[in-house]
C-alpha cells in the first residue's frame, strides 16, 4: 500500500484526469439524471450502467475495496483522486448507488466470505444492480416496525409483504432487506432479520410508482411466498435492526468504506449565480436587486459552510466537543440546502419560472423546477430532515427521545 | 470560481487551543464573570497578569517585537475560548491595537510599543464617533499642529473598550484632511475626558472619550502612506478576532440550553423531549458548527489576498446569524426563568447584540460580500 502524497499517488490522479478528459461525453443526446434516484428510462438506465462499467474497468472506482473481490487494493486516498478527477470533468453519476455506497462497505464489514466472492465485484462492474427494501407503506420512519414476513421454511425464508419507495427496483437484481422473522419480541426491534434477497425470481413483483415530476422512478415490491437462502442472513437473526442503522450510516455518510464517486451531482450556489446573471428584474440585470443580492450571498456562504464542514471533519482537534457532530449533521446540511438553493433557482427566472421541463421557453431546459422538486428525494429519503434533527437532537446533543 | 478559503489547523493553533481551552474554564467560571459585572474594573488584573507571562500578548507580533511570531489566525483559538467562558479582560483591545501598530505604525512606534504590550501593558483603540457609522474612515475628529512638535486633537469617540485599563489609545482623526491614527499615552488625557459607558454586554467596559484640547506629540502620528492599509486591517482583523468570540459564545448558549432541555420537566416529560424545542436547538446547532467552519477557514486563510477578506466577511456573517439565532432561542426556551437576569441566557444575548455592533454585523458583511462576488 502507497501513503498519501507519494509519486504513485500523483501518477494515479494523472491518470485518472487524462481518462475522464477523454471519456466523459458531454452530450449522450438525452438528459442524464443527476441522481441515482432520478433514473426513469431504460435508456438512461443503460448508459448510465455501462458507464459505470467503464470506470470501474478503467480502475477508477473501487480502487481502496480488496484485490480479491474486485477492487484495485489501494489506499483512500487513490480513489479520492479519481473521485476528484471524475468531478472536475463533470462526470456523469455513478448508477448502483446502493450497491456501492451501502451494500458493499456492509458486506466488507460484516458479510461472509460467500457473501464478498459473490456480491462485491459485480456491485463495482454494475452487472449486479442493487436496491434497498426498508420501508413499507405503513412504516417509514419508524422502520422498526416493518411487518414483512421472513419465515424459516428448511434452507429459504419464506417472504411475504410489500415494500415501496424501492429506488432502481425496476431494475434491480438483489434488495437489501429488511424483514421480520419473529413477531412475538418484546421489543419490535428484535425481531427484524437483515436479508439479500435476490429480486428476479419466483414471487417478487415490482408495480411502478409516479413521482411528483410525473416520472417512472420507484417501485411498489409485493413478496408472495418469495424463497431467500437462509444463508443470504447478514448478522444474526434477530440481528436486522442493528445491521439496517448501520446501513443507514453509509447512506448518510457518517460511516465510510464507499467504493468511491458520486451518486448524485447537486447545482450548487455557484451555478445559481451564473443563472442570477443571466436574468433581469424591472428592467436591470437582477443581480442588482439588493433583496435578491442578500439571498445570493446567503446561498453562497451556506454552500461554502458545506465545503468547510467537509473539510473539517479531517482535523480531529477541531471537532472533539461532539466527534460525531458533523458526521451526523451532514445529510440534514446538504439535502436542506440543496431544495432551498434550487427553489431559490426558480424565482430568479422570474415569469419564466412558470415553464416545466419540456417547453422550449423553459430556463435551462426546465431543470431547476425538476431538481427543486427532485431535491425533496434527499429530504425525505433515507430518512427525513425531521428525523435527522431527532438524530443529531438525541445523539449529538444528548436530548431525551421524542 | 474564485478562491473563498479553506480549512487548515497548525500544531500551534491546536495548542494554543487546548491551553485557552483549560485556562478559560479554570479562570473563568459563570459564577465570577457575574460578579465581575459588578465591578467597577470588570477584569481580574491576576489573571490579565497571566495571560501577558504567558505570552498571549504576543502571539501575533514578530519576535523582533518581543512576540511569538505566528499569523493572527493562532490568536482565533484564544478568544474563541474567552468567548465561550465569557471571560473579561482588555485582552481583545491590545491585541487588535498591536495589530493596528504593527500595520500603520512607524519603526519607533513599533519598537517602543509592541514589546511593552507582548509582555501585558494592555492598549486600545478609539474609532467610532457619534455617527455608529462602521466605516472606520469616516472621521470627525482632528489633529492640527499645534506647534513645538505637538498635535491638538479635537471631537469626541465613543465605545473605546478598556480605556480605563489602556496604558494607550490609539484614536482616528483627521490630519490635514486625511484619516489618519494616532498614539495618546494615558497620561495625556485630561481628568474627566473618559466616561464609562453604559453598554448591553456588562462583561466589557466602554469609554466616551473627549479629545477636545488634547495634546499628543506629532511623532506619535501613524505614517501616513499606511494609514489606509492599517484601517483596512483593523476592520478584518476585529471581525476575524470578533467571529471567534462569537463562536465561542454561540458554543456556550446552546450548551447552556441543552443541560435545561435535559432537566426541565413539563407535562411530566423532559422539556428536550418535545421537538418544538428540540428541532430548533439543532438548528442553532449546525449553524454553530457552520460558523465554527467558516471561523477557522478565516483563520487559515486570513493574509492572503482575497481569500483573507472574503472568509473573513463570511465567518462574521455566519457567527452572527448562528449567534443571534441560538442566543434568542435560549431566552425562549428557558420560559419564565429566561427572562430573569438570574438566567444566563441573557449574558449570551446581549454578547450577540454586542458583538453584531462591533465592526459591522451579518448585513454589513453580506453587502460587502455581494461586491467582492457577486
Ligand atoms: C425518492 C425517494 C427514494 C426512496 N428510496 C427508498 C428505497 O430505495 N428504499 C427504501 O426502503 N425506502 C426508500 N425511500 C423511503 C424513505 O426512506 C421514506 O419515505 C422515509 O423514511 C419516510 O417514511 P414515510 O414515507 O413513511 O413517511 P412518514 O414516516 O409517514 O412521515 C410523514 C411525515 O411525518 C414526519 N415524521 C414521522 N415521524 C416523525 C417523528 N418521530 N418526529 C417528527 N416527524 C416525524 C416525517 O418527517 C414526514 O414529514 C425513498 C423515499 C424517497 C422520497
Not at chain 1, 479519481?82 to 466488507?108: S, Y
Request: hydrophobic share 40%.
Amino acid at each position: 500500500m502507497t501513503g498519501a502524497g507519494s509519486k504513485e499517488l500523483n501518477d494515479f490522479g494523472a491518470a485518472a484526469d487524462a481518462w475522464f478528459r477523454e471519456n466523459v461525453d458531454p452530450d449522450p443526446g438525452f438528459m442524464l439524471p443527476l441522481t441515482f434516484m432520478e433514473v426513469g428510462t431504460d435508456q438512461q438506465f443503460e448508459w448510465l450502467r455501462d458507464w459505470q462499467n467503464r470506470v470501474y474497468e478503467a480502475g477508477f472506482l473501487g480502487a481502496a475495496w480488496p484485490e480479491q473481490y474486485g477492487g484495485g487494493g489501494l489506499d483512500p486516498a487513490f480513489q479520492a483522486e479519481a473521485t476528484k478527477a471524475m468531478r472536475r470533468h463533470n462526470g456523469p453519476i455513478m448508477l448502483n448507488a446502493i450497491g456501492l455506497n451501502w451494500t458493499g462497505p456492509l458486506l466488507l464489514d460484516l458479510g461472509s466470505e460467500d457473501h464478498k466472492k459473490t456480491y462485491l465485484q459485480r456491485i463495482l462492474s454494475a452487472e449486479d444492480i442493487w436496491c434497498q427494501g426498508f420501508s413499507e407503506p405503513e412504516n417509514g420512519s419508524d422502520l422498526g416496525n416493518a411487518q414483512t414476513r421472513a419465515v424459516r421454511d428448511g434452507d429459504a425464508y419464506v417472504v411475504n409483504g410489500s415494500k415501496i419507495w424501492t429506488t432502481l427496483g425496476r431494475y434491480a437484481d438483489h434488495m437489501i432487506l429488511l424483514a421480520r422473522t419473529d413477531s412475538n419480541t418484546p421489543r419490535k426491534y428484535d425481531g427484524l432479520s437483515f436479508l439479500l434477497a435476490p429480486m428476479k425470481t419466483e414471487g417478487v413483483r415490482t408495480v411502478p410508482i409516479r413521482k411528483l415530476t410525473g416520472e417512472h422512478g420507484f417501485t411498489q415490491t409485493f413478496f408472495t411466498d418469495a424463497r431467500v437462502p437462509v444463508d443470504r442472513l447478514v448478522g444474526e437473526e434477530g440481528q436486522g435492526w442493528g445491521v439496517a442503522m448501520r446501513t443507514l450510516e453509509y447512506e448518510r455518510g457518517a460511516r465510510g468504506g464507499q467504493a468511491g464517486g458520486y451518486v448524485s451531482v447537486q447545482a450548487d450556489a455557484w451555478d445559481v449565480l451564473e443563472l442570477a446573471r443571466g436574468m433581469q428584474r424591472a428592467g436591470a440585470p437582477a443581480l442588482d436587486d439588493p433583496v435578491l443580492r442578500e439571498r445570493m450571498v446567503e446561498f453562497i456562504i451556506e454552500i461554502q459552510s458545506l465545503a468547510l464542514c467537509r473539510q473539517r471533519l479531517g482535523v480531529p482537534a477541531l471537532n472533539s466537543d461532539r466527534p460525531a457532530g458533523l458526521p451526523l449533521s451532514s445529510k440534514l446540511m446538504n439535502t436542506e440546502f440543496a431544495r432551498r438553493v434550487n427553489e431559490f433557482a426558480i424565482t430568479l427566472t422570474g415569469a419564466k419560472g412558470a415553464y416545466y421541463v419540456g417547453d422550449p421557453s423553459a430556463v435551462d431546459d426546465g431543470i431547476w423546477a425538476r431538481a427543486y422538486l427532485n431535491a425533496f428525494s434527499a429530504t425525505i429519503g433515507g430518512g427525513t430532515s425531521q428525523i435527522q434533527r431527532n438524530i443529531v437532537g438525541e445523539h449529538v446533543l444528548g436530548l431525551p427521545k421524542s | 470560481m474564485q478562491d473563498i478559503g479553506r480549512i487548515g489547523f497548525s500544531e500551534e493553533q491546536a495548542d494554543l487551543l487546548d491551553a485557552a481551552t483549560v485556562f478559560c474554564r479554570e479562570k473563568s467560571p459563570i459564577a465570577k464573570v457575574r460578579r465581575l459585572i459588578e465591578d467597577e474594573t470588570g477584569y481580574d488584573v491576576d489573571v490579565w497578569r497571566e495571560m501577558g507571562e504567558l505570552g498571549w500578548l504576543g502571539i501575533a507580533a514578530p519576535e523582533v517585537y518581543g512576540g511569538l511570531g505566528l499569523p493572527i489566525g493562532a490568536v482565533v483559538p484564544m478568544l474563541e475560548q474567552m468567548g465561550r467562558r465569557l471571560l473579561a479582560s482588555p485582552f481583545l483591545s491590545t491585541t487588535l491595537a498591536a495589530q493596528a501598530l504593527l500595520v500603520g505604525g512607524t519603526e519607533g512606534q513599533k519598537q517602543a510599543l509592541l514589546p511593552k504590550i507582548a509582555a501585558g501593558t494592555a492598549a486600545t483603540l478609539a474609532l467610532v464617533e457619534a455617527s455608529g457609522d462602521w466605516n472606520l474612515e469616516n472621521i470627525q475628529c482632528a489633529a492640527t499642529d499645534a506647534g513645538a512638535g505637538a498635535l491638538r486633537l479635537a471631537g469626541e469617540k465613543f465605545l473605546v473598550c478598556d480605556a480605563a485599563a489602556a496604558a494607550w489609545i490609539i484614536a482616528s482623526v483627521t490630519y490635514e484632511g486625511r484619516p489618519n491614527l494616532v498614539v495618546i499615552e494615558k497620561a495625556a488625557i485630561p481628568q474627566g475626558a473618559l466616561r464609562r459607558e453604559t453598554v448591553i454586554d456588562e462583561t466589557k467596559r466602554a469609554f466616551a472619550l473627549s479629545l477636545d484640547g488634547v495634546e499628543t506629540p506629532k511623532a506619535n502620528l501613524f505614517d501616513p502612506a499606511r494609514a489606509s492599509a492599517a484601517f483596512a486591517h483593523i476592520h478584518l482583523a476585529a471581525n476575524l478576532l470578533g467571529s471567534a468570540e462569537m463562536c465561542g459564545g454561540t458554543q456556550a448558549v446552546i450548551d447552556y440550553t441543552v443541560d435545561y432541555l435535559k432537566t426541565r420537566k413539563q407535562f411530566g416529560k423532559l422539556i428536550g423531549s418535545y421537538q418544538a424545542l428540540k428541532h430548533p436547538i439543532v438548528d442553532a446547532y449546525v449553524g454553530y458548527e457552520q460558523a465554527r467552519s467558516h471561523l477557522y477557514s478565516a483563520a487559515h486563510c486570513f493574509g492572503e489576498q482575497g481569500a483573507g477578506e472574503i472568509s473573513t466577511r463570511m465567518a462574521k456573517a455566519q457567527a452572527d446569524a448562528a449567534f443571534s439565532y441560538a442566543a434568542d432561542r435560549a431566552i425562549q426556551f428557558h420560559g419564565g426563568f429566561g427572562f430573569t437576569y438570574d438566567c444566563d441566557a441573557q449574558l449570551y444575548r446581549r454578547s450577540a447584540i454586542w458583538q453584531a455592533a462591533q465592526y459591522g454585523d451579518g448585513a454589513y458583511h453580506k453587502r460587502r460580500l455581494a461586491q467582492l462576488l457577486l
